[in-house]
């Protein structure tokens, strides 16, 4: 299974990015889709996921800012980030989990420029 992200840059605080991942080599709709941060020093943690059926979970710092989706057609799922802080500044992984199966992207990176 390969995830490929996109879409990391600088950004300024209050501006927005959008992440995409694109999957291959799996069955992208039975899959668990989650985007990750990590920056150095940290554990990398759960930013948000989306399940096979369009439930989303939200880590509670970028809940009412972030907005993941999937689209199962183009094997793809994104992160919508608005109102981005200093404090968004990580690299950015997309994961995939199904069955106690689990991948993970490159990362890309996000960064306050500020």
Aim: with cysteine; net charge neutral.
């Amino acid at each position: 299974v390969r995830l490929v992200e996109s879409g990391g840059g600088l950004v300024q605080a209050g501006g927005s990015l959008r992440l995409t991942c694109v999957a291959s080599g799996s069955i992208f709709s039975i899959n668990t889709m989650g985007w990750y941060r990590q920056t150095p020093g940290t554990q990398r943690e759960l930013v948000a996921n989306i399940s096979p059926s369009g439930s989303t979970m939200y880590a509670d710092s970028v809940k009412g800012r972030f907005t993941i989706s999937r689209d199962n057609a183009k094997v793809t799922v994104h992160l919508q980030m608005n109102s981005l802080k200093p404090e968004d500044t990580a690299v950015y992984y997309c994961n995939r989990y199904v069955l106690g199966e689990s991948d993970w992207g490159q990362g890309t990176q996000v960064t306050d420029s500020s």
